[in-house]
């Protein structure tokens, strides 16, 4: 497999402010990680890019994207919340880390690479189309759904989130569009509150969005139980073009801002399942980006295990 794989040190800038667990150590602990693993020299590096406005368009309105810069300009320490902590270089870095997404998606579309992680910050799956929200600023998700549609022609994406919390921006985003699959296993009840079994997308969209709430606790079992009940036969019934994952890592047993108890292996499990899927309908075509994950211990390994499911040759 070509395995792209999109890191740059610019995502440090993005400065959380002191005991913030959405962190710029996150990255620098992965790095180090991830060069001592032997897989490391396979991936293909990929370059940063800069998003045009128009594309994060897509989904933010211009008079929240126009506050989300002002904001960070003035050097204000939060945005719109209390726990969308910035400096004065988030938006700029939040914009490279959605357009790199797309970087990342060029290259997969054109053959170029199989499949593809980024190790992007700020997150993105909270972001709703007027607020920042849950330590993201823009859905970068989303914004790459809509780039694949609108850029490449592609008509079915599906989005997977197996990050702890629920992409409530995510839904949101495309609960009315039934050329988006969206779907999340989660802890619930939890923060933000959305993502109930009863969510199932609205108007057109009905039936597009699938959410598996996880009670407090769950592991392996129970969210291997929800891919075979649920989730593969969802993906099986719509024939993705291409599979994006939220990949926020901490639904880990030892994460610090959940209760859900995943093993690292787990992550190499649900991977490996999903691209199975990928080869079935999307020509092998996955994109994954990172979320949460806020143990620095713990979050490089289960991105090592994602990525050598990713990059290996099967």
Not at 71 to 95: E, I, Q, Y
Not at 179 to 208: D, K
């Amino acid at each position: 497999m070509k395995t792209g794989f999109h890191y740059d040190p610019v995502y440090l800038q993005h400065d959380t402010g002191r005991g913030h667990p959405e962190c710029s150590e996150r990255l620098t602990a992965t790095m180090q990680y991830l060069k001592d693993q032997p897989f490391f020299k396979q991936l293909q590096p990929v370059a940063t890019r800069t998003a045009d406005l128009q594309w994060i368009e897509t989904v933010h309105d211009r008079n929240y994207i126009h506050r989300a810069k002002t904001t960070c300009d003035a050097g204000a320490p939060f945005l719109d919340s209390m726990d969308v902590s910035v400096s004065k270089n988030s938006f700029n870095v939040a914009l490279q880390a959605a357009g790199s997404a797309l970087e990342l998606a060029d290259q997969i579309i054109s053959a170029k690479l199989d499949n593809g992680f980024a190790l992007i910050r700020p997150p993105g799956h909270h972001a709703e189309n007027t607020m920042a929200l849950g330590f993201c600023l823009f859905n970068n998700v989303a914004i790459l759904a809509r780039y694949l549609q609108q850029q490449h022609g592609l008509d079915k994406i599906m989005i997977l989130d197996w990050d702890v919390h629920h992409g409530n921006g995510t839904q949101h985003t495309f609960e009315d569009d039934p050329s988006v699959l969206y779907i999340s296993t989660h802890q619930y009840p939890y923060y933000p509150g959305t993502g109930a079994w009863f969510e199932t997308g609205t108007g057109r969209g009905e039936g597009t969005t699938l959410n598996c709430p996880m009670a407090a606790g769950s592991g392996d079992l129970e969210y291997e139980a929800a891919f075979v009940k649920k989730i593969l036969p969802k993906i099986d019934q719509f024939r993705p073009e291409i599979i994006i994952i939220s990949a926020g890592f901490d639904a880990h047993v030892n994460d610090p801002l959940g209760n859900i108890n995943l093993s690292t292996e787990f992550y190499g499990w649900m991977t490996r399942v999903l691209m199975e899927k990928a080869d079935n309908y999307a020509k092998g075509r996955l994109i994954s980006l990172l979320e949460g994950g806020y143990n620095l211990k713990m979050l490089p390994r289960c991105i090592a295990e994602h990525l050598k499911v990713l990059s290996d040759n099967h």
